[in-house]
């Protein structure tokens, strides 16, 4: 009986089309999970139970790695065994579109006039429609908690005087303080602009200035998505907020985690730091352990070479 099945198995799997392979195939997400208290690397199912005790979780991603989405919902997933009350927050959102995402979850609009009116990021349908889905299906609320792009270019050319000036129906999408301390974020944000666009040969250089107004801008953002974060919280006592961001928002607990913390001092706040590597095999995490609570390295996909 037990050949039997194994027959009929065989058979079935090489009556698979081909692409139907390809789709098992890429089911498997290779990673390594490096708990930076413990200092050794530890499993997905032991961080996942540690961050459903949490009061907010940051999950710092790398917007382009296809390995980390699929690992993000995984971490939804994951929790949802845990956790009833759940709150997603997300930077890919901005506040002034919070009412569509709202329609949406209710069931109120069809998902082409959420798109639509929402300003979705690139590739939405692989890397955040399925934390959505997800949240709506488990009828979990979800933040859109970033400032508008609108508001932090205009903070970006004109400084932070540009919030002042806006009409009183704008100003809400804004958080109500900011504060840009020229401290180790600081320093980390003026390293990275060292690899901007504005710094090759035959771009304009930035100026100081300029350099200091685009921090103001990345400030407003933090100070934004944390009063988002804090507010959902307040809104809903004993709730878990999941908020995924780009790393730098949350790395070394600083950015938008920092600025949580200063409106939530007593949260548990945890922090996960995705990092794609070339080979999960030879991994050194000495120089990124104090990046988070939790290093998820996930294997960097191998760029296809175009013919010439």
Known sequence: MHIFRIAVLTLCLFSLPFSSFAQLESSYVPHRVFDAKEKRFSDFEAMVADLARADVVFIGEQHDDPGTHRLEIAVLEGISRRRANVIVALEMFERDVQQQVDNYLAGKISEQDFLKNSRPWPRYATDYRPLIEF???????????????????????????????????????LAKQFSCPTDDYFKRFTEAMGGHPGDSKDAPKMDAAMVERMYQAQCVKDETMAESIASAAQATPNALVIHY???????????????????MPKANIKIVSALPVENLDSITTDKDRKRGDYLLFTLRPVKKETKS
């Open 135 to 173: 949240a709506k299906a488990k009828g979990w609320r979800v933040i859109a908690g970033n400032v508008p792009r609108r508001h932090a270019s205009q903070v970006g050319r004109s400084g932070l005087s540009a919030a002042d000036k806006l009409p009183e129906s704008e100003r809400g999408f």
């Open 245 to 263: 961001n780009g790393a730098f928002h949350s790395d070394f607990r600083l950015g938008t985690a920092a600025r949580t913390k200063q409106r």
